[in-house]
């Protein structure tokens, strides 16, 4: 099985995210380092994703490294954290800044099947 939590960068987002949102849900973190409200939602997300026990993955998204702030354009985010959720190769939901858990696990639930 493919890690439940991974990183990716712009030159594998295609392939890593919407490509593989075909096979299951991926929620997609971008983060900063410099960012506490980033540093805030990390556990959260990390036991959210626990919580579904396979049946979605997540893919972290450093938006200072690389080329990634491209990504971040692409997807028009005007702060971090956001998080966006891909199924099917579309994005089926985003929320921008740190919430708790059952907030996360109910914006999950409305916007996919699964439990």
Request: hydrophobic share 45%.
């Amino acid at each position: 099985m493919a890690e439940l939590i991974f990183d990716t960068h712009l030159e594998h987002f295609d392939r890593d995210v919407i490509e593989a949102s075909h096979t299951r849900p991926i929620l997609v973190d971008f983060w900063a380092d410099w960012c506490p409200p980033c540093r805030a939602l990390t556990p959260v997300l990390e036991r959210v994703i626990a919580h579904y026990a396979g049946k979605l993955q997540m893919a972290k998204v450093e938006v200072d490294e690389g080329a990634n702030m491209k990504l971040a354009g692409r997807y028009e985010l005007r702060g971090f954290p956001t998080v966006l959720l891909f199924d099917k190769g579309e994005i089926v939901g985003r929320f921008s800044s740190a919430h708790p858990e059952h907030w996360v696990r109910d914006f999950i639930g409305e916007h996919l099947d699964i439990e």
